[in-house]
Structure formats: structure tokens, C-alpha cells
């Protein structure tokens, strides 16, 4: 007979995989792109995206911030995040 387990999954509703290591979902949630406190491309009013688009790829297209490389990261806390 299987035994129950307790799993964690991301309050902000990412596609991020339940853990059942608490730990590791916390640390997680330090740097969810969905936290709209992280001020990411993901929860700004810029993203050019779908919501229902692939969020894992944490690079975004800025709409604002063409200067951003292609290939690097859009960085939590832009300075130029507008909430969605
Ligand atoms: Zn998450």
C-alpha cells in the first residue's frame, strides 16, 4: 500500500513541480517570476506574452527595456516594471 505524503506547491500558481521538500519550495518562492513583488517581465503591464505562455524560459521580451540583450535574464526588481 502507497503511504501519503505531504507535498508544497508555489502560492503564485507557477508550473513549478510540488516538492516535498519544504525547503526547497521556499527558496523557490524568493525568486518566483510570478511573485508580482519581483517586479519581473511575468507580473508587469509591459509583456508582450500570453499569460498561458511558457513561463520557465526566464527570458522574457521586455516591451520597455529593448536595451536587455537577447539570451540574458530579465532580472527581478526591474526598474522599469509597471504592475500588470
Ligand atoms: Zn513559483
Excluded: W
Aim: charged share 35%; hydrophobic share 25%; with cysteine.
Amino acid at each position: 500500500m502507497p503511504v501519503e505524503v505531504k507535498a508544497y506547491r508555489c502560492q503564485y500558481r507557477c508550473r513549478r513541480r510540488a516538492t516535498t521538500v519544504l525547503a526547497s519550495m521556499v527558496r523557490h518562492e524568493k525568486f518566483c517570476l510570478k511573485d508580482p513583488e519581483h517586479k519581473t517581465c511575468l507580473t508587469c503591464s509591459h509583456n508582450s506574452r500570453n499569460p498561458g505562455d511558457d513561463y520557465e524560459d526566464p527570458y522574457f521580451e521586455c516591451a520597455v527595456n529593448a536595451e536587455i540583450p537577447e539570451g540574458k535574464k530579465c532580472a527581478i526588481d526591474c526598474d522599469k516594471h509597471e504592475r500588470g
